[in-house]
DNA sequence: GATATCATGTACCAATCGGTACACTGCGTC
DNA sequence: GACGCAGTGTACCGATTGGTACATGATATC
């Protein structure tokens, strides 16, 4: 049994607003009002207040793709791996109408505060993404620059869809992508 | 006859502080300290206070896109606008050293205040460089794919190489989609 | 049914936020 | 040399910030 909450429910819940007005932009009362829960329990959760919060946040997400992206990548046939990549990026970022928190992160001074989890996430989501097309019997170079491009191409159409308010840019970018590691 | 400051000269200033804090993260007393300005003279050039100031910072932004790099690519040759194009981004984005601060400003809340100005940049560069490739010869449906994947590619490409505090992934991301109009 | 722990709401804190008011200085104009 | 104004510094405002303290409520264990 089990009480309302728990730090694992709640933190999906941060997240949103995290992404919706980045680190800076998140107050607690933000906080309090999207999860119906007074500081004494977000403090109860996340002792260390907003910067735990948002490392929680950025955890959760990472370990999203470590199980739904990059581990598929290292241990499934490099086709149906790559299949599940594309489905798993659309499905993710809502077909380009929800934002990459690392990504969007990355871009302000917010990078300091979490510099080895935001590196590792793309760091890793290009190692996997490169080694599978290898296994694949594609050159490492080769391999490598498709994988880079790939990766940056998926955090660039989300900054175009949202900049644009048209999803139908990220649809079009992911098509191209796809099409060029197939 | 002039007194030490003026508008248009604090303005770089400005925009170096929001581009490394976001609008959120930058606050009168981080822009304070970066111009040596005081509130007095912050309030009397930009009497919008903050919202004024990172309009106007958007506006110079903008303005210099326009010059440099849009218009060129109406007027001029193809291969001369796009060869210009291509070594002011590098330029201008030192090499993925420095972020883009309209696509940054799009990524949280702050695209809202500034959704018109956002949306037009993207908007024109896009359809300023698919014209470009029309012109060249290309195919409608093609120019606009690639101009898209372009535009995007180069934001996708400042987020990667600050995550990763690697500028090499900017200058091969830019070698990339530079043989891809070619 | 007493106890310990998890969870919660409220009151409060100093510091900082964006913004205003205003007195002042230096300069060019007449 | 009086005037006007662009530019400046300082003091101040109420509101909000992230964070702390603590008393209370609920729950599971024994």
């Known amino acids: 049994m089990r009480t309302l909450h728990?730090?694992?429910?709640?933190?999906?819940?941060?997240?949103?607003?995290?992404?919706?007005?980045?680190?800076?932009?998140?107050?607690?009362?933000?906080?309090?009002?999207?999860?119906?829960?007074?500081?004494?329990?977000?403090?109860?959760?996340?002792?260390?207040?907003?910067?735990?919060?948002?490392?929680?946040?950025?955890?959760?997400?990472?370990?999203?793709?470590?199980?739904?992206?990059?581990?598929?990548?290292?241990?499934?046939?490099?086709?149906?791996?790559?299949?599940?990549?594309?489905?798993?990026?659309?499905?993710?970022?809502?077909?380009?109408?929800?934002?990459?928190?690392?990504?969007?992160?990355?871009?302000?001074?917010t990078r300091d505060r979490f510099a080895a989890v935001i590196a590792g996430y793309f760091t890793r989501w290009i190692a996997a993404l490169r080694d599978a097309l290898v296994r694949r019997g594609w050159e490492a170079r080769a391999a490598n620059d498709s994988a880079e491009e790939a990766v940056l191409g998926i955090q660039g159409a989300l900054v175009l869809a949202r900049a644009m308010r048209d999803d139908a840019v990220f649809g079009r970018a992911l098509a191209r992508l796809r099409a060029r590691l197939a």
Do not use: Q
């Open 6 to 109: 728990e730090r694992a429910d709640v933190i999906p819940l941060i997240a949103e607003v995290f992404r919706e007005f980045g680190f800076e932009g998140t107050s607690l009362s933000r906080i309090t009002e999207k999860t119906a829960l007074g500081k004494g329990s977000l403090y109860h959760f996340f002792p260390g207040g907003k910067e735990e919060m948002a490392g929680a946040v950025l955890a959760h997400v990472d370990a999203w793709f470590e199980r739904e992206v990059f581990a598929p990548l290292r241990d499934d046939p490099p086709d149906v791996a790559i299949a599940r990549m594309w489905r798993a990026v659309d499905d993710y970022f809502r077909s380009g109408r929800r934002v990459c928190l690392v990504g969007a992160f990355a871009l302000d001074e």
